[in-house]
């Protein structure tokens, strides 16, 4: 895969903007495990493989087993693997990335409130935003994964 355009060189400010809101999510109070399982789910859903493969990385690299990695893709069919945040947060992020299809039913935003605080939610939404600018920006512009280069 060849390279479109290097965004970061040619919109700097813009990126940077995008870097400060990075920056905010991994202030907040959700534990980095999770946001990362979330961008990676996000980054499954919409096929970027830039993001697949660096969060892929960050979550080995966090301590996530390799057995839990490989099921994020299949989280539902994973039994108790996943705790109860963690599905509730997949399952927004599945509902939240897909929202032209999904226009995310009363249910799904219940369920996801039960498991977050109206703040945590926020901030978990504004994380499942994020990842898909970033995997827009990725996919559009052919940023090759690192395992590729």
Avoid at 53 to 81: C, M, P, Y
Wanted: glycine share 6%; proline share 3%; hydrophobic share 45%.
């Amino acid at each position: 895969m060849t390279q479109r355009l290097n965004y970061t060189t040619i919109a700097p400010v813009g990126v940077k903007a995008l870097g400060g809101v990075h920056a905010y999510i991994a202030q907040s109070n959700l534990p980095a495990q999770l946001v990362n399982q979330v961008y990676l789910r996000v980054s499954q859903i919409n096929g970027c493989a830039y993001c697949i493969d660096l969060h892929s990385r960050d979550l080995l690299k966090g301590g996530l087993a390799v057995e839990k990695l490989v099921l994020v893709t299949a989280w539902r069919e994973a039994g108790s693997l996943f705790d109860s945040r963690e599905r509730a947060a997949l399952a927004w992020a599945e509902t939240v990335t897909r929202v032209a299809d999904t226009t995310i039913p009363d249910g799904e935003f219940e369920s996801a409130s039960a498991a977050f605080s109206e703040k945590e939610l926020a901030d978990l939404t504004i994380a499942i935003g994020l990842m898909n600018a970033y995997n827009r920006l990725a996919i559009g512009f052919r940023n090759p994964p690192k395992a590729a280069t």
